[in-house]
Each structure stands twice: as structure tokens, then as C-alpha cells.
């Protein structure tokens, strides 16, 4: 994280690695499979240059931490696509390519979560409720979000607010 404060990705990234062609062979062709790896911490602002121009050295930095456990990963790939910061903003409108949704920071959790008044599902449009990343408790809590507002949905609706 460090290298990231200070305008860097890191040398040494933490990466998350997901194979769904394991569990779904059907989003890969016959005897090859997809690999899909998320890395933190990347900065949104690059000290020295700039994400269009700095992405392949980026993604060959993941290559190159994923070959230090697995040794012949680079003869496996076919083919790659490394999403930056500026990319996750720019193609999925994500702010800062911040796939959270907002900060994970004091000032953005628990009631404030995503906005103070909205922070227990409900939007100001009748029978609209939020959940996802943007809610509490915030993204990389997989369901959790979802589940919560189903739960406030079914409150609602027993007081008959539904």
C-alpha cells in the first residue's frame, strides 16, 4: 500500500486470482481456461507518467509476481487485457476506478455509507433500495450489502412501508 501513497504501483502487488473456467467451462474454449486477477493497491495518480502509458508494465509486473509461485504462467497466456485506475473510471464510471464505491474511510462507513440520510438502503424514491459496494459495509464483503437491504425491504414492507 505504501508504494501507492506515494504515486506508484507496487513491485510486488497483492493480487487476487480467480479461474472461473474451472467451476464454468463454458467461458473459455476447450482446454483453455480464463484467469482474471485483481490487483490492490494501484493509484489513480501515477507520480511518473501516466496509466495509458505505464499499463503493460504494469500488467507484466502482476505477470511477474504470479511466475515467482507459478513458474510457466508466461507460456500459458494467450492473450491479456490489464484494466488501470483510469480505465475501471473511464469504462465503467466508477470515480478513481475505485471499485468500492468510495473510500473505505471513516467518513465513508456506517451511516455515512454512501451519503449521510441513505445509509439504511432506502433512496428517496418510494420502494427503490440500494445495495452493492456503495452501501454499508462497503465493497470486498461479498453479498453482504444485498442481504442488508433485503432485510430492510422486508422491514418496511411488515410496517407497511412497501
Not at 493480487?15 to 493497491?41: E, N, R, W
Request: net charge neutral.
Amino acid at each position: 500500500y505504501d508504494e501507492a501513497k506515494y504515486g506508484r504501483f507496487s513491485r510486488r502487488p497483492y493480487i487476487d486470482i480467480v479461474i472461473p473456467s474451472l467451476t464454468d467451462p463454458s467461458v473459455a474454449p476447450p482446454g483453455k481456461h480464463v484467469m482474471s486477477c485483481f490487483v490492490q493497491y494501484a493509484p489513480y495518480n501515477l507520480k511518473e507518467g501516466n496509466w495509458d502509458d505505464k499499463r503493460e508494465e504494469f500488467g507484466d509486473t502482476v505477470i511477474e509476481t504470479i511466475a515467482e509461485h507459478a513458474p510457466n504462467i508466461k507460456d500459458l497466456i494467450l492473450y491479456r487485457q490489464v484494466l488501470t485506475p483510469l480505465d475501471i473510471e473511464r469504462d465503467f464510471g466508477l470515480s478513481e476506478g475505485n471499485i468500492f464505491q468510495g473510500e473505505l474511510t471513516l467518513e465513508q462507513l456506517f451511516f455515512l455509507r454512501p451519503a449521510p440520510g441513505w445509509a439504511q438502503y432506502r433512496t428517496p424514491i418510494r420502494n427503490l433500495y440500494m445495495c452493492g459496494s456503495a452501501t454499508h459495509p462497503g465493497g470486498g464483503v461479498m453479498g453482504a450489502p444485498g442481504r442488508n437491504a433485503a432485510m430492510q425491504l422486508l422491514k418496511d414492507w411488515k410496517r407497511g412501508k412497501v
